[in-house]
C-alpha cells in the first residue's frame, strides 16, 4: 500500500468540519492542550493515531473495502477535529456541525443504496468516477439483473455473463456464467458489469442500460453498472 493512500483517502471522506478542525488543532495545539485533561485524552488520540499510521506502513498492511479496514483510524482523526473546532468557536461549531449533519442525512438518503460511495463535499471538484470504485460491494447488480428479466423476457435463451451474484437474480435464463467464460461467449450474449469489475470494450456490442446516481452538489451522474447486448 502506497503511504499516500491513507492521506488522500481521508481528504475526500472526512466531513468538512474535521478538514477544517485538524489543521486548526495542528498550529493551535498549545491553546487546546492547556490543561492535563486534555493532554492525556487528546494526547492519546494523537500518539494512537500516528502509531497507526506508521504500523501500517511498516508492515505493509492490505486494505480492503477502504472504510471498514480504517474505522478504529478514522474515529480519531473525528474526534480530534470536532472538538478542535469547539474551542475554535462554539458558535461556529454548532453551526457547522448541525449544517453537516442535515446535509449528510439528506444526502446517505437520496443516493440509497449507494451510501458507502458517499465523498465529502471538497472531493466533488474531481473525477470521482475515472479514480475512485464506485460499486466495489456490487449493490448495483439487483438493478441490473431486475431491468434485464423486465425487458428481455424473450431473450431467456440468451447467455447472460455476469459475477458470482448472477444465480440469485436470473433464475428465468437458461444460460448463466461468469466473466472468466467471456473468451468463448457465442452471439447473442448480455454482459452485466458493475464497478467490482474493469469495464472493457467488447466489438458489436450494444448499451442498453446504465445504473447511475448522483451526489449532491456534484454535476455528474455516477455510473454503478451497466449493460451490453453483443450480437
Excluded at 122 to 149: A, C, E, H, M
Amino acid at each position: 500500500m502506497s503511504a499516500s493512500y491513507i492521506p488522500i483517502w481521508l481528504l475526500l471522506k472526512l466531513p468538512i468540519i474535521v478538514l477544517i478542525g485538524v489543521p486548526y488543532f495542528i498550529f493551535n495545539e498549545k491553546k487546546i492542550l492547556h490543561n492535563k485533561i486534555n493532554k492525556l485524552y487528546l494526547g492519546t488520540f494523537i500518539l494512537t493515531a500516528i502509531f497507526i499510521y506508521i504500523f501500517i506502513i511498516v508492515f505493509k498492511v492490505r486494505i480492503y473495502n477502504e472504510i471498514r479496514h480504517l474505522l478504529f483510524f478514522l474515529n480519531l482523526i473525528l474526534i480530534l477535529g470536532i472538538i478542535s473546532i469547539f474551542y475554535l468557536s462554539k458558535k461556529f461549531f454548532f453551526i457547522l456541525s448541525i449544517g453537516s449533519i442535515a446535509v449528510f442525512i439528506a444526502e446517505i438518503i437520496y443516493i440509497h443504496p449507494y451510501q458507502y460511495s458517499w465523498f465529502n463535499l471538497p472531493s466533488r471538484v474531481i473525477n470521482l468516477q475515472k479514480n475512485f470504485q464506485i460499486d466495489y460491494w456490487g449493490v448495483s447488480n439487483r438493478n441490473l439483473y431486475t431491468y434485464l428479466k423486465k425487458n428481455f423476457e424473450t431473450h431467456k435463451s440468451s447467455c447472460v455473463y455476469g459475477d458470482h451474484y448472477i444465480e440469485i437474480f436470473l433464475n428465468e435464463f437458461d444460460c448463466k456464467k461468469n466473466f472468466s467464460e467471456l473468451n468463448n461467449a457465442q452471439k447473442p450474449f448480455f454482459i452485466v458489469q458493475n464497478l467490482r469489475y474493469t469495464y472493457k470494450s467488447f466489438p458489436d456490442c450494444k448499451l442498453l442500460y446504465e445504473e447511475k446516481f448522483r451526489l449532491f452538489f456534484y454535476n455528474q451522474d455516477l455510473i454503478a453498472g451497466k449493460i451490453v447486448m453483443c450480437s
